[in-house]
T-cell receptor, first 111, second 115 residues
């Protein structure tokens, strides 16, 4: 089945530093989603990217979809303690509504 | 809307016992997903339904696991008999096809511990 790899697995940053997580697929994707899961919580949808080279921003978060639609990144500018959690990318396979989740990047922000 | 509702939130049981997890999707959503999350294996899709019909159960680990969706507002995931390796957080999620795409809405999860 579809495999989506994320790096890094863990990231510790000082509050105010930037953070980036990367998602890579061996196959071309029709779209990619990003979710955030707070500690002890459930995944919450952040955004979906569809177009090649697409860039979307949500306040301090910037999402990019690669030109070849095989990779994506999430960049957080000036991290805050509220950014703590695990960030997952998710890619569709085997059906439009079915997705496979990446391994996730766990972000810890040190105040 | 109350969002996706799952019950119980926590379940502790002994090996060999039957466990039933319940989910109420968001009204109007026609897709329902069951996931399992563990440290070792991450977030795994177990099964998903479209309009109450199981579409793909290839992620169900073995015959001890079964899932049903008798109507649009209710689904169950049953484990019989349960084993310690089934300990995990089980999430239910729902979605619908829309112009925005296929965003999935997750429930709060059921933390299952099998002793």
């Amino acid at each position: 089945g579809q495999q989506v790899m994320q790096i890094p697995q863990y990231q510790h940053v000082q509050e105010g530093e930037d953070f980036t997580t990367y998602c890579n697929s061996s196959t071309t994707l029709s779209n990619i989603q990003w979710y955030k899961q707070r500690p002890g919580g459930h995944p919450v949808f952040l955004i979906q990217l569809v177009k090649s080279g697409e860039v979307k921003k949500q306040k301090r978060l910037t999402f990019q979809f690669g030109e070849a639609k095989k990779n994506s990144s999430l960049h957080i500018t000036a991290t805050q303690t509220t950014d703590v959690g695990t960030y997952f990318c998710a890619a569709p396979w085997g059906g439009y509504q079915k997705v496979t989740f990446g391994t996730g990047t766990k972000l810890q922000v040190i105040p | 809307d109350a969002g996706v509702i799952q019950s119980p939130r926590h379940e502790v049981t002994e090996m060999g016992q039957e466990v039933t997890l319940r989910c109420k999707p968001i009204s109007g959503h026609d897709y329902l997903f069951w996931y399992r999350q563990t440290m070792m294996r991450g977030l795994e899709l177990l099964i998903y339904f479209n309009n109450n019909v199981p579409i793909d159960d290839s992620g169900m680990p073995e015959d001890r696991f079964s899932a049903k969706m008798p109507n649009a507002s209710f689904s169950t995931l049953k484990i019989q008999p349960s084993e310690p390796r089934d300990s995990a957080v089980y999430f239910c999620a729902s979605s619908w096809l829309s112009g925005r795409g296929n965003e999935q809405f997750f429930g709060p999860g059921t933390r299952l511990t099998v002793l």
